[in-house]
């Protein structure tokens, strides 16, 4: 089993920074694809940030030049630099991570249980 683990979350004025960290641990061969997805309070799971195993990253559009996804694979910790923050940017972030167990094993999905952020004055 895998776990994830975020952290960072907390309350952050308009125009401020965070960095969340996500810590996978566990049965970790290799993670491929790593993500982070927000919810607000009313509104579906979306798509923040991803990278992958070459460090290849995309955006959606409401976070890029703003955000900057990047991974430590020694540390399998993936981070979400987020500055220039928002109100609309309040939300709990979760990553999530492709991790295979072992050599010959399929990529399994694993989120993490979530943490929150508050852009407020």
């Known amino acids: 089993q895998v776990q994830l683990v975020e952290s960072g979350g907390g309350l952050v004025h308009p125009g401020g920074s965070l960095r969340l960290s996500c810590v996978a641990s566990?049965?970790?061969?290799?993670?491929?694809?790593m993500r982070w997805f927000r919810q607000g309070t009313g509104k579906q799971r979306e798509f923040v940030a991803h990278?992958?195993?070459?460090?290849?990253?995309s955006y959606t559009d409401s976070v890029k030049d703003r955000f900057t996804i990047s991974r430590d694979d020694a540390k399998n910790t993936v981070y979400l630099q987020m500055s220039s923050l928002k109100p609309e940017d309040t939300a709990v972030y979760y990553c999530?991570?492709?991790?295979?167990?072992?050599?010959?094993?399929?990529?399994?999905?694993?989120w993490g249980q979530g943490t929150q952020v508050t852009v407020s004055a």
């Open positions: 999530n991570a492709d991790v295979k167990s072992h050599l010959l094993a399929n990529l399994e999905s694993y």
């Open positions: 566990g049965s970790i061969f290799s993670i491929a694809s």
């Open positions: 990278i992958n195993n070459y460090d290849t990253t």
